[in-house]
């Protein structure tokens, strides 16, 4: 199959960790016999610095040719210092996100039973977690008009707004997703105070009843915020709007113990993005010390959701878990392993290669 992918590496960490993801792109490009045309952009700080607009048009171009997104990080310390500053890295994604109508993200996390001792909670509240967030990502308060400050200065304000569609079409996905899953949607909300939560659960109440097979649970995002430590194994699929699943997928993805290790997508209608979680890390940017699993395992996540190539994204998948097995890991996971991002890189493109020549090797003796 051919396909074209836009790669935006952006910031920091984000050009090493996804040269690591294409590598194995590479890899599974050979394997499988798939051609990947890379139309490389730039967004966020790097876009900045070169056109002065953090989500160039040229950018913008780019994705809407291609057939799917591949994005590493954005944010550079200088900007963050400067809260004055008029243009941030920042805005180029929120404005990707928008314009590209990316309104479903979808954050999954899930334990690891080599690394569960890294995770700051207790082994047996991280065995078995698995769960996936869905969170609105183009509507409430980061984007709700009007927004500013009064005209002395001296206040501020921020709109959250939503729209019953608005709410429909990303809840549709965090339902059929349970579908074949587990069974069961979290909402998390603010409907003891907010009216837009209040339409939250009223419109995910009525579109329940589309899917009987799925037990609907409701819970308030500060009981969310606690069950998530106390308890984590008992969600499945949590849906929930923009900032509170900003603020709760920060927080769930400490519970496996490496942001490093969570890929991530944001679906539009006709175009999505894959990305990994964490961010543009400058503390280590260039040092080889960044761990590229989530970046590789945001390309799996790509090639299911937007190429359907279920097959290759298993090959990944089980890579990774082959590179965790026999402790190829980088220091976040391991202190002392003395691995390093492209010895993983390398480490995750090798064992795609043994792993579809075993598969071949099979399918041909049955
Ligand atoms: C995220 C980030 C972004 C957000 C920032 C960088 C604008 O925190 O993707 O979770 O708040 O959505
Ligand atoms: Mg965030």
Redesign the pocket.
């Known amino acids: 199959m051919k396909s074209t992918i836009a790669v935006l590496e952006g910031d920091g960490i984000g050009p090493e960790v996804i040269q690591q993801a294409l590598k194995s792109l590479r890899a599974i490009e050979e394997c499988f016999g798939h051609q990947f045309q890379l139309n490389h952009g730039l967004i966020g700080a790097a876009a900045i610095d070169a056109t002065g607009d953090p989500f160039p048009e040229e950018t913008k171009n780019l994705c809407l040719k291609a057939d799917t997104i591949l994005f590493g990080a954005?944010?550079d310390p200088k900007y963050d210092k400067d809260p004055s500053a008029k243009v941030r890295p920042?805005q180029g994604?929120?404005a990707m996100r928008k314009q590209l109508g990316l309104f479903a993200?979808v954050r999954p996390v899930k334990s690891y039973k080599k690394l569960l001792h890294i995770s700051p909670l207790k082994e047996d509240r991280v065995k078995g977690v698995d769960f996936v967030v869905f969170r609105e990502?183009t509507g409430g308060i980061?984007f709700g008009e009007p927004r500013g400050r009064s005209e002395d200065g001296s206040k501020a304000f921020d709109t959250c707004q939503y729209s019953i569609e608005e709410i429909v079409r990303i809840a549709k996905l965090a339902f059929e997703a349970a579908g074949s899953r587990n069974k069961k949607v979290t909402l998390v909300d603010k409907a003891n105070v907010l009216a837009t939560s209040r339409l939250w659960r009223e419109t995910v109440n009525q579109l329940a009843q589309n899917f009987p097979d799925i037990t609907l649970d409701h819970m308030f995002v500060d009981n969310a915020a606690m069950q998530l430590i106390q308890n984590p194994g008992q969600f499945d699929v949590i849906l929930t709007e923009?900032m509170f699943g900003?603020i709760i997928?920060?927080e769930a993805s400490v519970i496996t113990g490496s942001l490093g290790m969570l890929p991530s997508a944001s679906l539009g209608a006709e175009l999505s993005l894959f990305e990994p979680?964490h961010?543009s890390y400058p503390e280590v940017t260039g040092m080889n010390k960044a761990n590229p699993m989530a970046a590789i395992l945001s390309m799996a996540m790509m090639l299911e959701y937007s190429l359907s190539m279920t097959e290759e994204a298993a090959c990944i998948e089980e890579a990774v878990e082959r590179c965790i097995s026999e402790g190829i890991l980088t220091e976040d996971l391991s202190p002392d392993s003395g691995y390093g991002t492209s010895e993983v890189g390398d480490s995750v493109a090798r064992f795609i290669q043994t792993t579809a020549h075993a598969n071949t090797k099979k399918s041909l003796k049955h």
Do not use: A, R, S, V
């Open positions: 954005i944010g920042e994604l929120l993200n990502l980061y923009n900003d997928t920060d979680i961010g």
